[in-house]
């Protein structure tokens, strides 16, 4: 199972995290307004930046992209040096090959190494039997070099004789240890490469007399072996190969499964303690006693290590956002329309794998916002809108999710030609009656499509659909609104992280839910006027000040209904603050559970956005305050409640 | 056990491959043994919401989600759990992969493996009769038995479950 | 005893493939980011040779050789540039500079551990 890790493929996914993070710097640097200053700082980072992902390309035989950052490079050196600033046409070209580059690192993350790493075929002409005379000047000495190591290198390449010349050596009174007095003769036999041979002088060939020979037969033996390769557990040479592309794996610097698994781990450890605990508080265990201090001890410790280890895994939506400004930048150039980003939130932390599934979702968000959302010069003249067109991307912690929103100032979602669109396509009958959500809804089917032109930028079919599709795998929700004429936002309601999520344990219908506590305002008792109102079939108490819908938790899901004694009601609360009260058999407490994903056999599952395993080894659903609040809207209220309690 | 037992003989010129026998709805089927995983003791699935009946619903398989369907009334057949009343006997997981994705498929018992030539496949008929017609890969021919051989690609709820 | 090599580049990706060709090879690595780094870690590391890229930030490879052959200890101790440029003018630079040797990259493991073996034994 433990299947080791290329490490090669790990230097690779390193390399383009490393390069996520240069693109984002050069970036920084090219939006610095200082960057007009001749030889100012932002152009020397932005040289740097680009340079070692030139370095990192070259070395990982990503050729394409090592040519394309080197014409960058040699651009920026130029302006390096410059006694003058770049101008803003200078400025765009720099722009214009920042995005080049982004697009070539992003090809070579999925095309793989495509460079011919340089490898010699031996020339049979330089192959033979040497003999070399070698004496080092002083200076070799000085440099570092060492005499003795070149000849043991010599000495790897064939079958050696080596016979060391001390003539010159003087009396020890007048030695200096820094000169050369010595000289020596190797001859090297079994086809060596010539080549191999000067190249083992390659440091040194200036600051030493140098000769190498052919040997024939006739040539005499050397007057006196010195020695022979000594074996000194020399490091062997490594296999080392910088060929054969494998897709790149969705990593950060570690191994996204390694990761896992130590997520995978705390997660397990915090539900033993949470085993634990209760175990012992069944067993009677005094609060007070050194053994609950102890305990108390432990969880918090298990609290911090998870803690640690969830930071790990997030980071800032910044490299996100500059990858989408990029994005933005292409679509707009392409569809002729000009726009300018506005990124807020940018270090709003967020958990790098969704990070990463959020970049098509996106980059198809930001297509259609340029391409649908909008208008062209005349018309937003017309309208006394700016000519570029603004668009924002921001980022936000509420309700312990991640709102990640689109807004575009553009015309608004032209709803009357959405209805016509879904009529010719027959998604509606001719006489729907439909509320604008409901036609707003319609842009998310599957196959749907406005564009009366499919456009290079949004083209191929692709519909919101996907994009929602995207979001509902990562245990995320969209919402839309818009406004004729004054713009449309997209907004992205996204789990804080994948991995581990605080819940509230419940009971309904005989099944064990997990409810997530971020989303959790309180549980109640229900009074007898709110379940004599629910036994009417009424569907709207007042809770907390507020009318709110109540259900039977398990009826609404499908799965049985509470006991007829039941009146427990928790009361959740959507990141939109949207409310729901569920009526539950039986809180059964607080724990940290590890959210398993259903994977993609199962397709969406109604009302649960994951599952996780309890401590006796069986399977719970986490239920989704937002889905559930969507499958409470649809149930028809009007219809007879199915779950009817006695009283 | 499984994987002790060769997949393919070795003879081209006479290619077969082996099945793993079934009980599901009181009928037999026979799976091609390339496709099966594992083969679990019954445990308890957590039930999903607003899936059709046939969905049982997930459950662990060491760490991770299986999801579980109830091969007898996939087919259209009596419940494995009825059936396994009738048979006497305890249902069993079998965990079947198709495209990467691993289900579990409960039926009421697992019989015996069967090798089988190739040339005795026969497309099932265009009129798909019977019980579980439209899941069928191969009729199996030989002598005078006929056993129906199940396409493991076709049993998974998929993104349309909900609404089969 | 296995020689130490005290492997200095601003590249994490060149990092990597060092520590990857070097730690293969049998060498015990230490890793700086830059040359300023690299004298940090200098006396820790007690080095037997040094590979450093030239083009860094705080402190670059020319400065770092100055640096190092300063210290009586380090007068002599191999050093290998890492460099782009395969510019004929390179070898006398590196040497003004104080280096042993030079790589030029993008390096073949192989050709490092020569490298290595040549000036480092």
Redesign the interface.
């Known amino acids: 199972m433990a299947a080791s890790v290329d490490?090669?493929a790990?230097?690779r996914a390193?390399?383009f995290?490393?390069c996520e993070d240069l693109l984002g710097r050069l970036d920084d640097a090219l939006a610095d307004p200082s960057i007009a200053l001749p030889g100012s700082e932002p152009i020397h980072a932005a040289f740097?930046a680009v340079?070692?992902i030139?370095?990192?390309a070259?070395?990982?035989?990503y050729q394409a992209l090592a040519e394309t950052a080197h014409i960058f490079e040699s651009r920026l050196d130029r302006l390096r040096s410059a006694d003058h600033g770049p101008d803003a046409g200078v400025m765009a070209a720099m722009q214009a090959l920042a995005d080049d580059l982004a697009q070539a690192v992003e090809r070579a993350r999925t095309a793989g190494p495509t460079g011919d790493?340089?490898g010699c075929e031996p020339d049979p002409a330089a192959l033979g039997n040497w003999r070399i005379v070698f004496r080092p000047a002083a200076a070799l000495?000085?440099?570092?070099?060492?005499a003795?190591?070149?000849i043991?290198?010599l000495t790897?390449l064939g079958e050696a004789s080596v016979s060391c010349d001390a003539g010159a050596l003087p009396s020890l009174d007048t030695l200096d240890p820094q000169q050369g007095y010595l000289s020596w003769t190797i001859d090297l036999a079994g086809s060596v490469d010539e080549r191999a041979i000067r190249?083992?002088f390659?440091?040194v060939e200036?600051i030493c007399d140098l000769r190498i020979e052919r040997l024939t037969e006739a040539s005499p033996p050397p007057t006196e072996t010195a020695a022979n390769r000594p074996d000194?557990g020399?490091?062997?040479?490594?296999e080392?190969v910088?060929r054969g592309a494998a897709p790149e794996r969705p990593t950060v610097r570690v191994d996204l499964d390694r990761f896992d698994r130590l997520m995978?781990l705390v997660g397990e450890l915090a539900i033993a303690e949470a085993i634990l605990a209760r175990r012992l508080r069944d067993a009677g265990l005094d609060r007070r006693s050194a053994a609950a201090a102890a305990l108390k001890e432990v969880q918090t410790l298990g609290r911090d290590l998870q803690d640690s280890v969830l930071a790990l895994r997030t980071q800032p939506v910044k490299p996100l956002f500059q990858r989408m400004a990029r994005i933005l930048r292409e679509a707009a150039a392409r569809a002729g329309k000009p726009a300018r980003l506005h990124l807020v939130g940018e270090t709003t932390e967020i958990d790098r794998s969704i990070a990463e599934r959020l970049v098509e979702p996106l980059t198809h968000m930001i297509r259609n916002a340029v391409d649908h959302g909008l208008e062209d010069s005349a018309r937003r003249a017309a309208s006394g809108k700016p000519a570029e067109g603004q668009i924002t991307l921001s980022a936000a912690h509420r309700s312990g999710r991640v709102i990640v929103e689109l807004a575009d100032d553009g015309g608004g979602i032209d709803r009357a030609r959405v209805r016509a669109t879904a009529l010719a396509k027959g998604l509606i009958a001719p006489d729907a009656a439909l509320t604008e959500a409901e036609t707003d809804a319609l842009l998310f089917r599957p196959g749907f499509s406005t564009a009366q032109t499919v456009g290079a930028l949004s083209g191929r079919g692709v519909g919101m659909d996907a994009v929602q599709t995207a979001v509902a795998a990562l245990g995320g929700r969209l919402s839309l609104w818009s406004e004729p004429g004054r713009g449309t936002r997209l907004s992205l309601s996204l789990p804080l992280t994948l991995a581990v999520m605080e819940a509230m344990l419940v009971r309904a219908g005989g099944?064990v839910f997990a409810l997530p506590l971020a989303a959790t305002l309180e549980a109640t008792r229900l009074g007898t006027p709110d379940l004599d109102q629910f036994a009417r079939g009424e569907r709207l108490v007042r809770l907390r000040q507020r009318q709110t819908p109540l259900f039977d938790a398990a009826g609404l899901?499908?799965?049985g209904r509470a006991r007829p004694s039941a009146a427990l009601a928790v009361i959740l609360a959507d990141e939109a603050d949207r409310r729901l009260a569920l009526i539950v058999d039986e809180l059964l407490g607080q724990s940290q559970i590890v959210v398993?994903?259903?994977?993609?056999?199962?397709?969406?599952?109604?009302?649960?956005a994951a599952?996780t395993?309890l401590g006796d080894?069986?399977?719970?659903?986490i239920l989704d305050p937002g889905e559930l609040i969507d499958l409470a809207a649809a149930t028809d209220w009007s219809a007879p409640p199915p779950e009817r309690l006695a009283s | 056990m499984t994987e002790a037992l060769p997949i393919q003989t070795g003879s081209p010129a006479e290619s077969s491959s082996d099945y793993l026998g079934l009980s599901a709805g009181g009928e037999e089927f026979i799976l091609p043994l390339s496709a099966i995983r594992e083969i679990r003791s019954f445990s308890h699935a957590t039930p999903l919401p607003h899936r059709p009946g046939w969905v049982m619903g997930v459950v662990n398989l060491r760490g991770t989600i299986l999801p579980v369907i109830d091969l007898g009334r996939r087919l259209g057949l009596a419940s494995t759990d009825k059936g396994a009343g009738t048979l006497g006997a305890r249902p069993v997981i079998v965990v079947v992969e198709s495209a990467g994705r691993l289900l579990g498929v409960a039926v009421e018992r697992v019989r015996d493996i069967t090798r089988i030539a190739d040339r005795a496949l026969e497309p099932p008929p265009a009129c798909a009769t019977g019980p579980g017609g439209s899941f069928l890969r191969a009729l199996a021919v030989e002598a005078d038995t006929v056993l129906r051989v199940l396409d493991p690609a076709r049993l998974a709820p998929g993104p349309e479950g909900s609404a089969a | 005893m296995a020689i130490r090599v005290l492997a200095v580049d601003d590249s994490r990706t060149i990092r990597d493939l060092l520590e990857h060709a070097l730690t293969g090879a049998g060498y015990k690595v230490t890793l700086a980011e830059d040359g300023q780094q690299a004298l940090d870690r200098l006396a820790e590391a007690v080095p037997d040779a040094i590979i450093s890229d030239i083009n860094m930030p705080r402190l670059d490879g020319f400065g770092l050789i100055e640096a190092v052959r300063r210290q009586d200890r380090h007068r002599a101790t191999p050093i290998l540039v890492l460099t782009t440029e395969s510019a004929p003018e390179l070898k006398a630079r590196a040497r003004a500079a104080g280096a042993t040797g030079w790589i030029v990259k993008p390096f073949e493991a192989d050709k490092l551990v020569r490298a290595l073996q040549m000036i480092a034994g």
């Open positions: 490490p090669l790990e230097i390193g390399f995290a490393e740097r340079h070692t030139k370095g990192g070259a070395s990982l035989s790493a340089a000495y000085q440099s570092g070099n060492e003795l190591h070149l043991n290198a790897d190249e083992t390659e440091f200036d000194d020399k490091p062997q040479n490594p080392f910088t995978n099944h899901l499908g799965l398993k994903p259903f994977g993609a056999g199962l397709g969406r599952v109604p009302g649960a599952a395993i080894g069986t399977v719970a659903l």
